[in-house]
């Protein structure tokens, strides 16, 4: 199957500061990626859907200013998290599609822990 | 509305004890469901895409099926290193791209 890497896997970061998080895949472009938080035990919460040089749509009740994603060649997507704070705490994960047949191809996940 | 529903939400197995997963979908048109395993810490892993009623996969220990209502992972004889948790998602024709992930069924196999 497709390879998506996702970096870091691990983050820990002071509140108020910025992470950012890449999501890459290494040999397919990816015409659409998307970004997903997972709370413990429960499934994934899709946040936002990024095309290739277009601006995100984000899911209702996803703040599109604390949470800023770019989508800048069809093989990266970045999600950086601003002004992070305790409750940002979560994993964090991005997938890719190159559209057809639209299996989706998940990255390892991102662990940010905001102290 | 669309919806994905999953059951059950965890199940516990001996080595050897075959079950089946199911996931229910109720979407106003399918595009296909997707079945992912996902460890703990880690992004699902992709397993199968099915695409119309009738439809079969296979890969090792594992089967997807797919009818017009629900699909359902059939799992042979598991070993503890299938324990997981199996994620159901369908795409719809709503929209380009919209997948709806179900709940998962967390999956322990015992030794």
């Known amino acids: 199957g497709a390879v998506v890497s996702q970096h870091p896997s691990r983050v820990i970061c002071k509140s108020g500061t910025s992470v950012k998080i890449e999501c890459r895949s290494l040999d397919f472009q990816a015409t659409t990626m998307f970004w997903y938080r997972q709370f413990p035990k429960q499934s994934l919460m899709l946040m936002a859907t990024?095309?290739?040089?277009?601006?995100?749509?984000?899911e209702q009740g996803v703040e599109k200013d604390k949470f800023l994603i770019n989508h800048a060649s069809l093989t990266l997507s970045t999600l950086t998290v601003t002004s992070a704070h305790p409750e940002d705490s979560s994993f964090y994960i991005c997938?890719?599609?190159?559209?057809?047949?639209?299996?989706?191809?998940f990255g390892e996940g991102s662990r940010l822990t905001v102290l | 509305e669309d919806q994905v529903t999953q059951s059950p939400e965890a199940l516990r197995l001996q080595e050897g004890e075959s079950s089946s997963l199911n996931c229910s979908y109720t979407?106003?048109?399918?595009?296909?469901l997707f079945w992912y395993r996902q460890d703990p810490g880690k992004g699902p892993e992709f397993l199968f895409t099915?695409?119309?009623a009738g439809e079969e996969k296979e890969k090792e220990r594992l089967k997807a099926t797919l009818t017009k209502k629900e699909s359902f992972l059939h799992i042979t004889a598991p070993k503890p290193e299938d324990s997981a948790t199996y994620l159901c998602?369908?795409?719809?024709?709503?929209?380009?791209?919209?997948?709806?992930f179900g709940t998962g069924t967390r999956l322990k196999v015992l030794a």
């Open positions: 997938s890719a599609t190159s559209g057809m047949p639209g299996e989706l191809f």
């Open positions: 099915l695409y119309s």
């Open positions: 990024s095309n290739e040089g277009s601006k995100a749509t984000y």
């Open positions: 979407v106003s048109g399918l595009r296909g």
């Open positions: 998602a369908v795409r719809t024709t709503s929209g380009t791209y919209k997948y709806i």
